[in-house]
């Protein structure tokens, strides 16, 4: 039988209702992915006005929180103000070994790609034809959820 370690604080300065204002999920989600390729899962919260990150370390914990895309996926950089309506997902999209977001917007579906420093490069469309509020009728999450993965195994 397997168990889990002691309890810990893993990251005690953001991404919580007290230490960040993050209230709801659905306003303002956070998501684990490896967005530096490091092996290791980090922080991706997705805030009113920025996209926050903390890298994961070797320890357990993750490190001190940094802006890591400032000009949308957010409430008030691009309307993204409701995860059932425009959902954001982690995922490598291009094979580098980094999460990069994929996010489901009104119209289109679009994708910032990952680096190496935990930031996201400039957001562009990805598909413009479905898998949307208006292209498609994808309205709630909840009812259409979408996720990624690889399932051509082209990695």
Known sequence: MSTFGSLFVAQDNNFTVVDGGWASFDQYPRQLGDINGDGRDDIVGFGN???YAAL???NGTFGP???AQFDNFTVVDGGWTSFDLY???LGDVNGDGRDDIVGFGNS?????LGRSN???GPIFVAQSDNFSVVDGGWTSFNQYPRQLG???GDG
Request: hydrophobic letters at 35%.
């Open 87 to 89: 959902p954001r997902q």
């Open 49 to 51: 006005s920025d996209v």
């Open 150 to 152: 690889d399932v051509n």
């Open 118 to 120: 935990g930031t996201f």
């Open 65 to 67: 929180i940094f802006v």
């Open 56 to 58: 994961g370390q070797s």
């Open 108 to 112: 289109d579906v679009y994708v910032s």
